[in-house]
């Protein structure tokens, strides 16, 4: 059982579109990062949430922290081609040290 | 550039065989983690260490393990390597950040023959 669920797996969009990634738990996080990750590279963090209900905004990027700190979203407002990649949801979970739980990821690509 | 540098960028070896894979975090942080990424599992912790001692442990086989120097470089040792170990190898490094943020390096493409 994945303790971080991560949707869509697969998310094919064109240029201009919005796009929304969820990630989940039935865990309580007491920090969240999003990653985004290119083929054969390491993930490159992009925003850390520790706050319920915390928003944070990177450029066209807006990330969202649930209130219950359970889970979380990632919007991207007129996706441009230069977005595509794999972004990764990662959690520090209570009483788990410093390891961090990774989604599935979500393959994202944006067709010009 | 994360500030996380990790040799060799790709390895190519034989059942049976061991390697090491190296690791130099960001100036500063004391943290290392590894982490396992294959196509099936996506990104696993393998296995923490802290100013030179384990500090948490994942799901780590017994073939493989890891250790801090005092410079505070990693190694990490695979052997008896199976065909099942074929995967990219990361190393991360953090400090004293907001939620314990994580810097990877570009990782080792491990490909076992």
């Known amino acids: 059982t994945q303790l971080l669920e991560q949707s869509p797996q697969f998310l094919s969009i064109q240029e201009g579109e919005n796009l929304t990634v969820y990630c989940n738990s039935s865990s309580v996080f007491s920090s969240l990062q999003w990653y985004r990750q290119e083929p054969g590279e390491g993930p490159v963090l992009l925003v850390t949430?520790?706050?319920?209900?915390e928003v944070k905004k990177l450029k066209r990027l807006t990330f969202q922290f649930g209130d219950a700190r359970k889970d979380s979203s990632l919007h991207i407002t007129a996706a441009q081609p230069g977005d595509t990649g794999l972004y990764l949801c990662?959690?520090?979970?209570?009483?788990?040290?410093?390891?961090?739980?990774f989604g599935q990821g979500t393959e994202l690509s944006v067709k010009p | 550039d994360s500030g996380v540098t990790q040799t060799p960028k790709h390895l190519i070896t034989a059942t049976g065989q061991r390697v090491t894979l190296r690791c130099s975090p960001r100036?500063?942080?004391?943290?290392v983690y590894w982490y396992q990424q294959s196509l099936d599992q996506g990104l696993q912790f393998l296995i923490q260490y802290y100013n030179g001692e384990e500090r948490a442990k994942g799901n780590i086989l017994e073939r493989f393990s890891a250790q801090q120097f005092p410079d505070l470089h990693s190694e990490l040792n695979l052997s008896s390597l199976e065909l099942g170990d074929s995967a990219l190898y990361f190393c991360a490094s953090s400090g004293a950040g907001e939620g314990n943020e994580q810097f990877f390096g570009p990782g080792t493409r491990l490909t076992v023959l």
């Open positions: 100036s500063g942080d004391l943290s």
């Open positions: 949430v520790v706050t319920g209900g």
């Open positions: 990662a959690a520090h979970i209570y009483n788990q040290g410093g390891k961090l739980i």
